[in-house]
C-alpha cells in the first residue's frame, strides 16, 4: 500500500479488532464506521470509506476461501 494511504491501513486495523463475529466473520457495516469516525473524531473521505469497503471485501473473501 502506498505511504499516503498508510493511515487507511491502520483505520482498517483498528475497525477489524472490533468487527462482529457470528457464524461466519460479518462484514464491517457501514454504521460502525461512521460510529467509528465520531468516536475518534476522524472525518473520512469519500474514497477512503471506499477503500476502507474494498479491504473488508478482500479480507472477507480471504477468510472464506480460508475456511
Known amino acids: 500500500m502506498p505511504f499516503e494511504l498508510a ?3 491502520e ?3 483498528q475497525l477489524n479488532r472490533k468487527r462482529q ?3 461466519a466473520v460479518n462484514p464491517i ?4 464506521i461512521l460510529a467509528w469516525q465520531a468516536r475518534h473524531g476522524i472525518a ?3 474514497f477512503e470509506h471506499q477503500l476502507l469497503d474494498r479491504l473488508d471485501a478482500l ?3 480471504h477468510q472464506h476461501a480460508a475456511g
Open 7 to 9: 493511515h487507511v491501513w
Open 11 to 13: 483505520w482498517f486495523a
Open 21 to 23: 463475529n457470528g457464524m
Open 29 to 32: 457495516a457501514s454504521t460502525e
Open 44 to 46: 473520512i473521505e469519500p
Open 59 to 61: 479480507f472477507l473473501s
